[in-house]
Antibody, heavy 120, light 107 residues
Framework: QVQVRESGPGLVKPSETLSVTCTVSGGSIISSTNYWGWIRQSPGKGLEWIGSIFYSGNTYYNPSLKSRVTMSVDTSKNQISLQVSSATAADTAIYYC????????????WGQGILVTVSS | SYVLTQPPSVSVAPGETARIPCGGDNIGRKSVHWYQQRPGQAPVLVIYHDSDRPSGIPARVSGSNSGNTATLTIGRVEAGDEADYFCQVWDSTSAVVFGGGTKLTVL
């Protein structure tokens, strides 16, 4: 059974780049039709989709974050990475990795999430 | 940009039926998905494509979508159903849109 798990620094300084990684286990990124990506949730708030990526590199980004977000796939490590540049306190959130096996437009499998705090 | 509107909270007694609305302009023309998020846990997909259930979701959980409102219905509510529920659609201009979420309280 395919699972995803997030990892990365829990604390990032303002103006620096926030980076988190999602490791896929139980299956290969390139041997499926799944879409992979990131959703975040600020403390006590709602859900915000960041973007989705296919193993070939095709990406879809949230228009409101597109200028600061980069997503990539490392097929050799079976990992998906997210970078958010020029981080501010508003980027403090739980970052969830997901994969979509039913359709690219919904999210049927989620990781447990990782809390990233932007603070000096 | 496309907006989904949910009430902040819905309360229901055990054994009763909970109905959680999700409002949007002509949402009936879109495919709506619903997620349950229990405290301290990641969201779980409970309804997709308006009314389909993923494996493992009980039949007492159902969805409908028409006009300007989609509705998640949970029958015979139990204490374990207490959670936040989010609706979601894919919009051609906004891409992924989530509703603000509804906290279901079981009295």
């Amino acid at each position: 059974q395919v699972q995803v798990r997030e990892s990365g620094p829990g604390l990032v300084k303002p103006s620096e780049t926030l980076s988190v990684t999602c490791t896929v286990s139980g299956g290969s990124i390139i041997s499926s039709t799944n879409y992979w990506g990131w959703i975040r949730q600020s403390p006590g708030k709602g859900l915000e989709w960041i973007g989705s990526i296919f193993y070939s590199g095709n990406t879809y980004y949230n228009p409101s974050l597109k200028s600061r977000v980069t997503m990539s796939v490392d097929t050799s490590k079976n990992q998906i990475s997210l970078q958010v540049s020029s981080a501010t306190a508003a980027d403090t959130a739980i970052y969830y990795c997901f994969f979509s096996s039913i359709a690219y437009s919904l999210f049927d499998n989620w990781g447990q999430g990782i809390l990233v705090t932007v603070s000096s | 940009s496309y907006v989904l509107t949910q009430p902040p909270s819905v309360s229901v007694a055990p054994g009763e039926t909970a109905r959680i609305p999700c409002g949007g302009d002509n949402i009936g023309r879109k495919s709506v998905h619903w997620y349950q998020q229990r405290p301290g846990q990641a969201p779980v997909l409970v309804i997709y494509h308006d009314s389909d259930r993923p494996s493992g979701i009980p039949a007492r959980v159902s969805g409908s979508n028409s006009g300007n409102t989609a509705t998640l219905t949970i029958g015979r509510v139990e204490a374990g159903d207490e959670a936040d529920y989010f609706c979601q659609v894919w919009d051609s201009t906004s891409a992924v849109v989530f509703g603000g979420g509804t906290k279901l309280t079981v009295l």
